[in-house]
T-cell receptor, first 114, second 114 residues
Framework: SQTIHQWPATLVQPVGSPLSLECTVE??????LYWYRQAAGRGLQLLFYSVGIGQISSEVPQNLSASRPQDRQFILSSKKLLLSDSGFYLC?????????????FGSGTRLTVV | AQSVTQLGSHVSVSEGALVLLRCNYSSSVPPYLFWYVQYPNQGLQLLLK??????LVKGINGFEAEFKKSETSFHLTKPSAHMSDAAEYFCAVSEGSGYSTLTFGKGTMLLVSP
């Protein structure tokens, strides 16, 4: 069966420090991968998505970047964190090109920038 | 562009009462519609989805939703609320192509009192 792993679960980082969040999917190949950010009262905001290795689409210009170095690995990064980067980050995957599959989400990373 | 509006950031019901969470969408093509549930500090879990076919969709935990094209709505209902239903619920829309992404509403927090 397919599983999605996201780590770390919680992270407290000082302003100006770098960030690296990792997401991996098991049990499938060539998944579509997504990074969402959830801020209180603002729902889920799509940050990046990828339909293949090295293919990254950015939805919102910001202080973050994403990379997909391997088929089932998706990394969210920042060179210098801002206070406004605090939030709950969720990775998700979808199989194939049909919306019939829906999205499956990881358990999330709670990032607090201090 | 697709969008989702969830009426009411908070909905309170008594245990055993009807649950009704409202969702209206905007889409330029026939939509695919989803409801997700999120418990505190966890990822999102798919409750149910509408892609094609029957407009009344049944999901997990006794929830169901009806797609009404004329009203551009996809409201979530459950006949009898349980304490364990207390969570945040998100409605989402996709335009169904392989490269489309999910757009979420801002969420509705369901509070269940004994």
């Amino acid at each position: 069966s397919q599983t999605i792993h996201q780590w770390p679960a919680t992270l407290v980082q000082p302003v100006g420090s770098p960030l690296s969040l990792e997401c991996t999917v098991e049990g499938t190949s060539n998944p579509n991968l997504y990074w969402y950010r959830q801020a209180a009262g603002r729902g889920l905001q799509l940050l990046f998505y990828s339909v293949g290795i090295g293919q990254i689409s950015s939805e919102v210009p910001q202080n973050l970047s994403a990379s997909r170095p391997q088929d089932r690995q998706f990394i969210l990064s920042s060179k210098k964190l801002l206070l406004s980067d605090s939030g709950f980050y969720l990775c998700a995957w979808r199989a194939g090109y049909s919306e019939n599959y829906g999205y499956t989400f990881g358990s999330g990373t709670r990032l607090t920038v201090v | 562009a697709q969008s989702v509006t969830q009426l009411g950031s908070h909905v309170s019901v008594s245990e055993g009462a009807l649950v009704l969470l409202r969702c209206n969408y905007s889409s330029s093509v026939p939509p695919y519609l989803f409801w997700y549930v999120q418990y505190p500090n966890q990822g999102l879990q798919l409750l149910l989805k509408y892609t094609t076919g029957a407009t009344l969709v049944k999901g997990i935990n006794g929830f169901e939703a009806e797609f009404k094209k004329s009203e551009t709505s996809f409201h979530l209902t459950k006949p009898s609320a349980h304490m364990s239903d207390a969570a945040e619920y998100f409605c989402a829309v996709s335009e169904g192509s392989g490269y489309s992404t999910l757009t979420f509403g801002k969420g509705t927090m369901l509070l269940v009192s004994p």
